[in-house]
């Protein structure tokens, strides 16, 4: 099948298309039981984006985050998987780019080996999964993919976007809203993905 320039769109993946508080918190929950220290997962969960090591610096010393960091990914695939589920409109989104011939990129700060185990447990018809990227290095796989938009629910899926060359599309799922994202730039600031079909049917207009 030959691919539509122009309408090859990129997705972040927590809080953009998975649910993933459930699961994340109770991974953090289990890692503090093994860990014997205090963590917030209500708090983590309140503002999902960041690098899994960025966050994991917030509540073990330093030397300790490298194996904090492998156990929570060793705890990840059985605990945090079979409870993430589909945003509100992820697999109507995904579907409205398939089937006007686009292709969809998910590219996201998780790393790739439970991101593609998170996308096929929701049963989402993606292309390709990068992960391990975050903010502006988003961009890069984007160019790669031709990604003419890319979707995301945070301010640095905005700069991810603009790296990458692409239409900045948010959805205010995640820790901002539709004004914040809007303030920050976003060409396009949804509520949230049940209104993705919509817009791309009329970009694809445009």
């Given amino acids: 099948m030959t691919t539509s320039v122009g309408l090859d769109v990129g997705f972040d993946l927590d809080m953009t298309l998975a649910d993933t508080r459930s699961g994340i918190a109770a991974v953090y929950d289990e890692l503090s039981r093994r860990l014997d220290v205090e963590i917030d997962s209500q708090a983590i969960i309140a503002r999902l984006g960041p690098p899994l090591e960025l966050e994991m610096a917030n509540w073990v010393p330093a030397e300790q985050v490298a194996a904090a960091v492998m156990l929570f990914r060793e705890i990840y695939p059985d605990l945090a998987v079979p409870a993430t589920t589909a945003m509100a409109g992820a697999h109507e989104a995904v579907e409205a780019v398939r089937a006007a011939g686009g292709r969809v990129i998910v590219v996201t700060g998780k790393n790739v080996h439970d991101a593609r185990r998170t996308v096929s447990w929701l049963g989402l018809k993606v292309d390709e999964v990068v992960g391990s990227v975050f903010g502006a290095a988003k961009g890069a ?10 979707v995301g629910d945070h301010v640095a899926d905005i700069e991810a976007a603009r790296a990458g060359g692409a239409i900045s599309v948010t959805v205010a799922t995640g820790p901002y809203t539709v004004g914040e994202l809007r303030d920050h730039g976003a ?6 993905l049940t209104e993705f079909a919509t817009w791309f049917g009329d970009w694809r207009q445009v």
């Fill in 187 to 192: 060409d396009v600031a949804l509520g949230d």
């Fill in 141 to 150: 796989a984007l160019t790669s993919f031709g990604a003419a938009a890319y």
